[in-house]
């Protein structure tokens, strides 16, 4: 069995900070549940683009509010407590926080833990699992 709360990881190597956002990183590959697991802030007034090629993504957001929309001129869907999104297809979109937000997000293939956000807006395909 796994038990990890989130104020062990804030602070270490696993609470992860990008230009935009703060990815404190519960469950990684190197745990071998086929999935890895993250609490993530995404800073109020910002916009992140990010295009997962390598990683499919589920987003549930538990505070703030924000929109998403789907590149390059897709819909926009407003994002709040109780939103879930799923880039079931390495879509390209747009995270506009009006407010922080709060979320879980999970993804699959999981990642290793370090990894930030390329030219792309994506992670590195998996490699080497950490724990």
């Not at 390598?54 to 590149?71: D, F, K, R, S």
């Amino acid at each position: 069995m796994i038990v990890k709360n989130l104020n062990e990881i804030i602070g270490t190597e696993r609470d992860v900070h990008g230009e935009t956002w703060n990815s404190r990183r519960l469950l990684l590959a190197g745990e071998n549940m086929g999935f890895s697991m993250h609490d993530t802030l995404i800073h109020a007034g910002t916009e992140t683009t990010m295009c997962y090629e390598n990683h499919l993504e589920a987003v549930y957001t538990i505070e703030g509010e924000g929109e998403i929309q789907v590149l390059p001129d897709g819909p926009t869907y407003p994002i709040g407590p109780g939103t879930l999104y799923a880039l079931n297809e390495n879509d390209r979109h747009c995270l506009r926080a009006k407010t922080q937000l709060r979320m879980v997000c999970v993804f699959n293939p999981p990642v290793t833990g370090r990894e930030v956000h390329n030219a792309n807006g994506a992670y590195p395909a998996a490699t080497v699992a950490e724990t």
